[in-house]
């Protein structure tokens, strides 16, 4: 399938049919591949000012083989969707980095054509299970919500006009290269995410293809809160005008953990429910020791249960992990969306809701 509405199409379509398997962690696989700052640097960065390695989103410049072969190795472990290398490919997060504008488009295309050239060899291998590619929009460095300042409540590292404009660059690029969905992921702060969606709506309204959204949140801890402050419910009802393919939460949590939110949000959400929780928490050492199976057998339950559309793995989680989860779920009818009353739902910290 060449045709972008094609594929959006048999997206939902598949979407329908059965639950959907997102690919693993990113870092994790890199760190594996015991790659040197010469990797990370390549000829383009040579000369760069500062360390480079551990900026994985610049592997798309100056390792695509790595890249790609990390594409191929979640498609191959089963799963649809495999998200672009450009998890902090925004202005802000590289300028960690003394990247130019430039340079972060060109990681968001060239991500973007990378996800999209190995979606498409994995669909003209399989017809029957066609892959996609999900244009990953990460969190900041910076948030909108909350102060900078433990003295100055107010005080904020950046405006949302300087947060909108980094994330309609990155959508921009990432649109151009090809992806069939935008992953606003991993969210901290909701305002953040809000810039991203207007991004997203602004573009399309000045003629850029219209695509699924799906918006993930992260649960920080067990008081059930998102890191600015909001229940399952009330950052749902903050997004939900987004009108999104799905909604979730990643990261963060062990799917032990991430359960409850999760069977939260199947309750009231009108749209499709993604989780894709790390492999535990990490040890003493910051590393996951939950095996594929563990996972599988937590994901698989809740899949069973009938409450989610979407499943993958975040941080720790390989294509052994993916592998298992597909397997898990195989033959699985997915969450049927909650239907929604009518209604004036609002949201600060908790949720209001005014029925008719």
């Given at each position: 399938m060449t045709n972008r509405t094609d594929r959006i199409a048999a997206l939902k379509a598949t979407a329908k049919e059965r639950i959907l398997i997102l690919d693993g962690s990113w870092g994790v696989m890199f760190q594996h591949m015991g790659l040197t700052e010469d990797d990370y640097r390549g000829a383009r960065f040579a000369d760069h000012k500062g360390q480079m390695k551990g900026n994985n989103d610049i592997l798309c410049l100056t390792r695509p083989d790595r890249v790609s072969e990390l594409h191929n190795a979640y498609f191959a472990a089963g799963a649809d969707i495999s998200e672009t290398n450009t998890f902090s490919a925004t202005t802000i997060a590289q300028d960690d980095y003394s990247l130019d504008l430039q340079s972060v488009i060109d990681i968001n295309l060239t991500g973007a054509k990378l996800a999209r050239a190995a979606a498409d060899e994995w669909t003209a291998k399989e017809p029957h299970k066609p892959r996609f590619a999900a244009g990953s929009i990460g969190p900041l460095n910076k948030m909108l919500s909350m102060s900078s300042d433990?003295?100055?409540?107010?005080?904020?590292?950046?405006?949302?006009?300087?947060?909108y404009i980094a994330y309609r660059e990155q959508i921009s690029a990432l649109n151009e290269g090809g992806v069939d969905l935008y992953m606003i992921e991993t969210i901290t702060d909701t305002l953040n995410c809000k810039a991203a969606i207007k991004a997203i709506m602004d573009l399309e309204a000045e003629g850029m293809d219209k695509l699924p959204i799906w918006i993930s949140g992260t649960i920080t801890d067990r008081s059930g809160r998102t890191l600015s402050g909001q229940t399952v419910e009330a950052f749902w009802h903050s997004v939900r005008h987004a009108?999104?393919?799905?909604?979730?939460?990643?990261?963060?949590?062990?799917?032990?953990?991430?359960?409850?939110?999760?069977a939260a949000l199947s309750r009231i959400a009108d749209t499709l429910v993604a989780a894709y929780p790390n492999a535990g928490l990490p040890n003493e050492m910051g590393e996951y020791d939950e095996t594929p199976g563990q996972t599988s057998d937590a994901v698989g339950g809740w899949a069973q249960d009938g409450i989610v559309?979407?499943?993958?793995?975040?941080?720790?989680?390989?294509?052994?992990?993916?592998?298992?989860?597909?397997?898990?779920v195989e033959g699985v009818k997915p969450r049927a969306p909650q239907s929604s009353p009518h209604g004036m739902r609002l949201a600060g910290l908790e949720p209001f809701e005014l029925a008719s």
């Open positions: 433990v003295n100055d409540p107010g005080a904020r590292e950046v405006t949302f006009d300087q947060v009108k999104p393919f799905a909604i979730g939460f990643n990261c963060a949590l062990g799917a032990d953990l991430m359960r409850p939110h999760i559309n979407i499943l993958g793995g975040c941080c720790g989680t390989t294509p052994e992990h993916i592998a298992a989860i597909a397997k898990a």
